[in-house]
């Protein structure tokens, strides 16, 4: 189930739009969550991983930034990824399409309040058992999940650190994983040519010796 959905505009962390379960509805404390929401936003820069996970215990926060904006949910961690992606990028298309020209010029918080009815509407789709059970064809399209970055939430926020910095922590990372398979297959590759070369001399050889024997 998605909880909470924020839109965030990325340079000053000023909120445009927002949507949450009723606590009294949702029979959990969200206080904590939403504190939490508040302080990732003001970690995100334009060097921000565009998509990512945070894990928070029993809850995961999703999120997705395109054009200066990023879109979050908190979801409860067995949610499919997928799934929340997918709407994500849902709430991003329309969002663009009806205020993306007027999001640099805005100042008051919350000022595209009257967006919650279509988030309520999405998320109404996207909950909907039908759509969970055929999440296999939900947005082809969407990127490889599996790729999306994860992190822990609890480690971003005690870090004191942008969130771009932890991104370039896991591209080094990337890079050096890169390197190793490289190197690993520089090296098998130069092991099997020895085993060649040393089985021609063997063969040579061994030819060499059987000609000159029977002459």
Known sequence: MVLQTMIVRVADSLPLAASMQEDEQSGRDLQKYQSQAKQLCR????QSPTRCTLEAGVMNFHYVIEKGVCYLALCEAGFPKKLVFAYLEDLEREFSEQYGTKVPSVSRPYFFIEFDTYIQKTKKSYIDSRARRNLGSVNSELHDVQRIMVANIEEVLQRGEALSALDSKASNLSSLSKKYRSDAKYL??????????AGAVIFITLIVYVRFWWL
């Open 43 to 46: 970690k995100l820069n334009e």
């Open 188 to 197: 098998n590759t130069r092991s099997t040519y020895a085993k060649v070369a």
